[in-house]
């Protein structure tokens, strides 16, 4: 689809996609997007007072909690997944749904080993 926007040969913007220095721009400007992502989430972060948590109901502090150990588990390596008969598995892919730690209760997670 690319290739008919831009006039040329489907062949040409691969062949295009793998040399050398085509390949290092994507990395950095995939590197640049990253880093402006994680400034902007450090921001966010770091712009949510006690007063902002203690406007918020309890669903949202639990479903808040639950989003924030999910993601500092994946940035840990220690991400598990469970599956609809309840074991736990690592990260692997092939139907599992992630575990959101806070907002599951341990008796439906079989008390899942973080």
Known sequence: MAAKKIGRDHKTIIAF??????????????????????????????????????????????IAASAATDKMHLVNGKHRYIHGDGT???????????????????FMTKSLPY
């Open 88 to 106: 736990t598995r690592g990260a692997v892919r092939g139907g599992y749904t992630p575990v959101m730690s806070a907002a599951v209760p341990c």
């Open 17 to 62: 996609s793998k040399q050398p220095a085509t390949v290092e721009d994507e990395r950095e400007m995939k590197e640049d997007l990253a880093d402006a992502y994680e400034g902007l989430a450090r921001r966010m972060i770091a712009s949510i007072t006690d007063s902002d948590i203690s406007k918020i109901n309890a669903y949202q502090r639990t």
